[in-house]
C-alpha cells in the first residue's frame, strides 16, 4: 500500500492490520512539506547549516535533552549527518520556518 498526500487522514480511517503494512519510505519523502497556520517544515538542506547556527545562537538552557552545535562546523555536521539519515532511510529532516517570513527556527524530524 503506498502513502499519498493527505496520508494522515487516511490512516485514520484504516483498520489496524492495514496500517502495520504502510511503508511510508514507499514515497520520496525526501521533498515532503509540512504546512501549519505559524511555521512551515521543510525538507532540511546543506544551505540551512548557517541559519539553524543563528536559531540556535539564542539562550541555550532550554537545549539540555537535544544537540544544538554552537559552532558553523557543528552546525554544517548535524546537517549533513541529518541528510545522510535521510539518505539512508533512518529519517526525515525538516528545518522549521516561520510562515511570517520565513525565518529559520530550529529542525524536527520524522522517524
Known amino acids: 500500500m503506498r502513502l499519498r498526500s493527505g496520508w494522515v487522514p487516511t490512516i485514520l480511517r ?55 552545535p554552537a559552532t558553523i562546523e557543528g552546525a554544517e555536521a548535524y546537517v549533513a549527518n541529518a541528510l545522510v539519515e535521510r539518505d539512508e532511510r533512518w529519517s526525515v529532516p525538516f528545518t522549521i520556518r516561520r510562515r511570517s517570513d520565513g525565518a529559520v527556527l530550529g529542525t524536527s524530524r520524522f522517524m
Request: aromatic share 6%; hydrophobic share 40%; net charge negative.
Open 14 to 68: 484504516m483498520r489496524r492490520d492495514q496500517v502495520d503494512q504502510l511503508n511510508p519510505w514507499d514515497e520520496d519523502m525526501s521533498e515532503l512539506r509540512l504546512e501549519g497556520a505559524t511555521v512551515r517544515l521543510d525538507p532540511m538542506a546543506t544551505a540551512d547549516a548557517a541559519a539553524l547556527l543563528a536559531a540556535a545562537s539564542e539562550d541555550r538552557s532550554s537545549y539540555g535533552y537535544t544537540l544544538v
